[in-house]
């Protein structure tokens, strides 16, 4: 194959064939895709989550990952947040012509270490390269589908007062990373993505615990949006700690520096998990076990007064609303 990606790469024909043998086969190999059918065979039983995400991110490689790993790992924890273990993802890649040969391998390479680590198969897609110019480096679309596990499912319509919410880990760390490397930013501490895939700790939790009313990722938007989201669905208030959220110190500084909130920058690795009071504390040992969960930590509780809304108690023990994202504070950040 060339060192460049050439328009003859999405030709359908004998240049599209090696682009496929060559590099996708290679780190994507499994039964399903090496039949190269025009679909995939799945077997599935049982009530399914679905989920299509489109990746876009700026720069392609970053601390901590890349688009290919950001694919992969958005998706399935999409399809994981419904209480489900992902099975299949399809991958689309529409790529810039040009594209040094090398950075694509890259993030192909990545993107079959990330699924096999999330025990999902990449069972069909597809590939178009387009003229140069025409779109930036790379976007990869991916859609996964898995069987639901949990009964009752999770669902964002289901949190009720007296609820505890609890928080897997430390907020802003991918949106920050994003900016910081994208303008060349060089903070007192090394920032890096949080981009991983959460399915294995999300099935533990909802196989060990009866009723997981809620899990979410705080992704676009952050944690403030993602909040608001539950709390719209559900009719319900909640009233959020902020002293308690945690942030790493390296992303507080950079983020003052930059006039920006950690609790609306995009995480790639975390989740909110709302659960009946009485199992909080299992809730948080199970996910503090897990290296994906190690600084989980309770934020706050769902109310039954101002429903719709979250309040935010500050340090000093006044109450503000804590608002949905205005705006874009931060484009291409996935």
């Known amino acids: 194959m060339s060192d460049k990606v050439l328009l003859d790469y999405g030709s359908g024909g004998r240049a599209s064939q090696r682009l496929v043998s060559e590099l996708f086969l290679k780190h994507f190999d499994n039964p ?13 039983q049982g009530p399914v989550a679905m989920s299509t995400d489109s990746f876009t991110v700026d720069p392609i490689f970053f601390p901590g990952g890349d688009i290919g790993q950001l694919a992969v790992h958005g998706t399935v924890n999409d399809v994981a ?3 489900a273990e992902p099975q299949y993802l ?3 890649y529409i790529i810039e012509e040009g594209l040094p040969m090398a950075d694509l391998e890259r993030v192909v390479a990545s993107m079959g270490q990330a699924a096999r680590h999330a025990g999902v198969y990449i069972v069909t897609g597809d590939t178009k390269v387009v003229p140069r110019g025409t779109v930036d480096k ?5 859609t996964g589908v898995g069987r639901i596990v ?13 609820d505890a919410v609890l928080l897997s880990g430390t907020m802003g760390d991918h949106g920050l990373t994003i900016l910081g490397t994208r303008e060349g930013l060089s903070f007192e501490a090394k920032v890096q993505s949080d981009c991983a895939s959460l399915n294995h700790l999300l099935l533990k939790l909802v196989r060990e615990l009866p009723d997981v009313h809620v899990l979410r990722d705080p992704t676009r938007g952050g944690l403030a949006t993602t909040l608001n989201e539950i709390a719209i669905s559900s009719k319900a208030g909640m009233e959020i700690e902020e002293t308690a959220i945690p942030v790493r110190p390296e992303v507080a500084g950079g983020c003052s520096v930059l006039g920006l909130d950690p609790l609306y920058l995009a995480n790639e690795g975390k989740f909110i998990c709302i659960v009946p009071e009485k199992d909080a504390e299992k809730a948080l040992e199970i996910m503090r076990a897990d290296a994906l969960g190690h600084d989980a930590c309770r934020i706050g509780s769902v109310t039954a007064e101002n429903p719709g809304k979250v309040s935010l108690v500050t340090p000093l023990g ?10 874009e504070q931060l484009p291409r950040i996935c």
Not at 36 to 41: H, M, Q
Not at 319 to 324: Q, V
């Open 32 to 44: 399903e895709l090496d039949r190269l059918n025009d679909a995939a065979c799945l077997n599935l």
């Open 81 to 83: 947040m419904l209480g």
């Open 90 to 92: 399809t991958c689309g």
């Open 138 to 142: 790379i976007f990869i679309n991916t």
């Open 150 to 162: 949990a009964d009752p499912m999770p669902s964002g319509e289901r949190a009720a007062p007296g």
């Open 318 to 327: 006044g109450k503000r609303l804590l608002n949905m994202l205005e705006g």
